[in-house]
Nanobody, 119 residues
Framework: QVQLVESGGGLVQAGGSLRLSCAAS????????MSWYRQAPGKQRELVAS???????IYADSVKGRFTISRDNTKNTMYLQMNSLKPEDTAVYYC?????????????WGQGTQVTVSS
């Protein structure tokens, strides 16, 4: 049984900052790529940022220079530091990870955390 649990969402004014966390737990052998996605009302879920097990990162153009993805492999935890937030960043943010257990290698999703940026 594997779980991904996000935390750190909330309400912030435009220009403010938030730090999201995603903690993985369960019968984990190793974690490969980890990613943050977001879904705004009426829109499709989109990739925000991704980080490999070795620390290589990619970002959506809309968040480059404002968001920073990182991970602590000793804690099976990923982070998303979000600075200079804009109202258009308002969405439910989900973490996603490719996780190896003793029996499977598959993607898992967290339950999501709401981020609301007021203007």
């Amino acid at each position: 049984q594997v779980q991904l649990v996000e935390s750190g969402g909330g309400l912030v004014q435009a220009g403010g900052s938030l730090r999201l966390s995603c903690a993985a737990s369960g019968n984990i052998v190793s974690i490969n790529d980890m990613s943050w996605y977001r879904q705004a009302p009426g829109k499709q879920r989109e990739l925000v940022a991704s980080i490999s097990s070795g620390g290589s990162t990619i970002y959506a153009d809309s968040v480059k220079g404002r968001f920073t993805i990182s991970r602590d492999n000793t804690k099976n935890t990923m982070y998303l530091q979000m600075n200079s937030l804009k109202p258009e960043d308002t969405a439910v943010y989900y973490c996603n990870a490719l996780i190896n257990t003793r029996w499977l290698n598959r993607f898992y999703w967290g339950q999501g955390t709401q981020v609301t940026v007021s203007s």
